[in-house]
């Protein structure tokens, strides 16, 4: 995808490839940001994002071999799989241009990707315009000149909305857009990578900033709006103000966003007010129902609190799509049917993109999870950029791969989750020689079950259509 190009004087000579390969499918923030600091400081600029390159846009290729190669490469890693995608273009960026090139990982998974391929240059943990604009070498003359500064995302070099996930609801497809109000994240989970970078520290983005992103996702299609936040109501105030003052401007929009579990019942009172500003559904990351597990992971809730939360939503008609973490070295086989008869006891398999029950967990550079005192973890692994770690059962490591392949299986042909489900319970008990308890094949409710179309997860290994996209 070809960027503004904009001429300027003395930064002339500095031409900037930025690039995008996978952002949960939708459009990269990241790189909006960046192209809003590069329009800014008059740089001339390319933006490409791979997760579309390969159906209507132009690939990070052609812009390394033109004759004028950039002098900048800026490549997006906001999460493990993008990473790992990321980490092959620099390499292939090193090996056509040499030391000619700069190559700087933007996002949270920016010191892993550094720490773990030589072909990057730096790392920028969170788009500054400052940072930016160090790292390009441009510089100002006195004390008293500021950096220029950018006015929010600028999304006008991005691909459309069309490219993108697409809200499917009561047998619609809708257009969406991505916004996030806040950067960081107030909690401690022990897995997630976000405390390692914001120790539990986070800042709101100024709402009025929020709601010019969504007047101008709006402009161009947008009926429905991810807001992207590690947790939504980190501020509940803060979140509010914003949803209100949406549907106020426009209120045929929808909205989902990510809440914890623990944050479902301490607001118990918002959920009916929430759901008449238009959420559809909330993601939720329940992990697992062994409440061991849970503490061992610093989630801050329990199998019980699931349960209430559950209720709590259903009974408000409010949708949830729970991310899980199956896999861990606590696993063992009980805690492991006892998942996977819990996604079925509470109506959940529909719920729940199929690719969830083979998460492994992933032990990043200074994860929190490496102070457990009673699990003895490997070396670091450049390659899979985590910790290893083994089960003390190996048939459990076995199994997580083969429900992995059943996942992508049936992705690629379209399966519904339903019988997708049952496929991973048998092969769950066929693994442990157990025979599978007989369960109905039939859903139980009949409510819609709105969803994005995007049903891959940041915690997943990159699949084979990702990594045919880097050609």
């Not at 390319?46 to 490549?75: G, M, Q, W």
């Not at 092959?88 to 892993?112: D, F, Q, T």
Request: with cysteine.
């Amino acid at each position: 995808m070809t960027g503004a190009s904009v001429g300027s004087n003395h930064q002339n000579t500095i031409r900037v490839l930025a690039v995008s390969t996978y952002e949960l499918g939708h459009q990269p923030l990241v790189l909006a940001r960046l192209a809003s600091t590069f329009k800014s400081a008059g740089v001339d600029y390319v933006l490409c994002d791979n997760s579309v390159a390969n159906k209507t846009f132009t690939n990070y290729e052609d812009f390394l071999l033109r004759d004028e190669a950039p002098t900048h490469l800026f490549i997006s890693v906001p999460m493990h799989t993008a990473t790992q995608l990321g980490k092959e273009i620099a390499i292939r960026a090193r090996a056509a241009l040499g030391n000619s090139v700069r190559i700087i990982a933007v996002g949270l998974y920016s010191n892993v990707a550094v720490a773990s391929c030589d072909a990057f240059d730096s790392a920028i943990v969170s788009v500054d315009s400052q940072k930016v604009l160090e790292v390009l070498g441009i510089q100002h003359k006195d004390s008293a000149s500021q950096p220029p500064r950018s006015s929010g995302p600028d999304r006008s070099a991005l691909p459309g909305l069309a490219n993108y996930a697409h809200l499917i609801s009561a047998g619609e497809k809708q257009l969406v857009g991505y916004v996030e109000t806040t950067v960081g994240c107030a909690h401690m989970c022990r897995h997630c990578p976000v405390p390692v970078v914001f120790n539990g520290k986070f800042k709101a983005v100024p709402a009025n900033e929020v709601l010019s992103q969504i007047n101008q996702l709006y402009e161009e299609g947008a009926k429905h709006i991810t807001f992207g936040d590690p947790d939504f109501l980190n501020g509940p105030a803060h979140a509010l103000r914003i949803v209100r003052a949406m549907r106020e401007i426009h209120p045929d929009l929808t909205f989902d966003a990510t809440v914890k579990v623990e944050h479902v019942l301490e607001h118990p009172e918002i959920w009916a007010e929430l759901a008449q500003l238009g959420l559809k559904f909330i993601v939720s990351a329940f992990e697992h129902t062994s409440d061991e597990i849970l503490t061992r992971l610093g989630k801050g809730h329990s199998r019980s609190d699931i349960v209430a939360a559950l209720a709590l939503l259903r009974e408000n008609r409010i949708e949830v799509r729970p991310s899980l973490m199956p896999f861990t070295p606590w696993t063992d086989r009980g805690s492991l049917i006892d998942l996977i008869e819990f996604l079925f006891d509470y109506d959940l398999v529909e719920s729940i993109d199929p690719v969830q029950l083979s998460i492994r967990l992933l032990v990043p550079l200074n994860s929190l999870v490496l102070a457990d005192s009673g699990t003895a973890f490997g070396n670091w692994n450049s390659e899979l950029l985590s910790y290893e770690w083994a089960s003390q059962d190996p048939v459990i490591d076995q199994l997580q791969a083969e429900l992995a392949a059943i996942a992508e299986e049936s992705q690629a042909i379209e399966q519904d989750s339903l019988t997708t489900f049952n496929r991973m319970r048998n092969a769950i008990y066929a693994r442990f020689n157990l025979a599978p308890p007989v369960r109905s094949q039939t859903s139980s409710t009949c409510w819609d079950r709105p969803r994005l179309s995007e049903s891959w997860f940041c915690c997943a290994e990159p699949t084979k259509v990702q990594l045919d996209r880097l050609g």
